[in-house]
Nanobody, 116 residues
C-alpha cells in the first residue's frame, strides 16, 4: 500500500497550491479519502473528506470556500485545490484512506508553507 503526496511548497498569502495523492496497493475506489494537516506543536486535524463516489464532501470550517477536494477513481488519485491561502494554513498535509477501522492508510506528508 502506498499513498504518495505531491504539490506542496512555499507560497505567498493569497496564493494557490494543488496537492495530489497517488494511491496504489488497495481498492482505491471503495475508500473514503481525506486530507489532514499538522502544524508544529499542534495535533493533526481533518481538512476535508470525500466519499468513495466523489459525491459526499465535507470540510473543516476554516477552509470552506477556499479549498476543494476531488478524486479521480480511474487514476487512483485524490486532490486538494487550495486557494486564498493564509499563513495559518502552514502545515504538513497528509493524505488518508479509510474503509474501516482496520483499513486505514496514511501518506508520508507534504509541507505547505504560506509566507511572504
Amino acid at each position: 500500500v502506498q499513498l504518495v503526496e505531491s504539490g506542496g511548497g512555499l507560497v505567498q498569502p493569497g496564493g494557490s497550491l494543488r496537492l495530489s495523492c497517488a494511491a496504489s496497493g488497495f481498492a482505491f475506489s471503495i475508500y473514503r479519502m481525506g486530507w489532514y494537516r499538522q502544524a508544529p506543536g499542534k495535533s493533526r486535524e481533518l481538512v476535508a473528506h470525500i466519499g468513495s463516489s466523489g459525491i459526499m464532501k465535507n470540510y473543516r470550517d476554516s477552509v470552506k470556500g477556499r479549498f476543494t477536494i476531488s478524486r479521480d477513481n480511474a487514476k487512483n488519485t485524490v486532490y486538494l485545490q487550495m486557494n486564498s491561502l493564509k499563513p495559518e494554513d502552514t502545515a504538513v498535509y497528509y493524505c488518508n484512506a479509510y474503509h474501516s477501522d482496520i483499513n486505514v492508510y496514511w501518506g508520508q506528508g507534504t509541507q505547505v508553507t504560506v509566507s511572504s
